[in-house]
């Protein structure tokens, strides 16, 4: 690795930082799943269009919300107790994750963009746009928590050396 990170978001300690930053994605993944759950819901009452792509893309996305949340508590108990076995299964997790994340992003927002430009011809380009940034922005953070996480095991590793010495 060749940056160590020592603050997270460049202001705040390491661990204490990623605490936050765990909750914080607990949070959001919650709400998602929750919003998932809900968009679920509407299509199997007939609420909303019954294409079978809904069912595959939501049931997909509910699935890995539904990993990622279990390993960001996982982050949180690894962090919590200062178990660097947990933080390495979230660390091997989040890698996973992030090449998984990129995967579906290059292919969600092209077949995306292709299924709403019959009814948006005017704006696909608008909303490619907006799929795009909103797909980088959440690779960036996610590559940004990997890095952070790489960093705290390290110097968790570090201490139990020198603690050994």
């Known amino acids: 690795m060749l940056c160590r990170l020592t603050k997270c978001c460049f202001c705040f300690p390491l661990r204490s930082g990623l605490i936050a930053f765990g909750y914080i994605c607990l949070i959001i993944l919650y709400l998602n799943i929750i919003s998932i759950i809900c968009h679920m819901s509407d299509l199997f009452q007939g609420l909303s269009s019954t294409d079978p792509m809904n069912y595959i893309i939501l049931s997909l996305a509910l699935g890995v919300n539904i990993i990622q949340f279990f390993f960001d508590v996982i982050l ?18 989040n890698l996973c994750m992030l090449i998984t994340q990129m995967v579906i992003a ?18 696909v380009w608008l909303l490619s746009i907006i799929m795009i940034f909103c797909g980088a922005l959440v690779i960036v953070c996610q590559f940004y928590l990997t890095s952070l996480v790489r960093s705290q095991l390290r110097a968790m590793k570090h201490a139990v050396v020198r603690e050994e010495v």
């Open 76 to 93: 949180l108990v690894g962090l919590h107790k200062g178990s660097t076995a947990l933080l390495e299964a979230y660390y091997e997790c």
């Open 106 to 123: 290059g292919l969600y927002i092209p077949l995306q963009a292709y299924r709403s430009y019959p009814t948006l011809k005017n704006y």
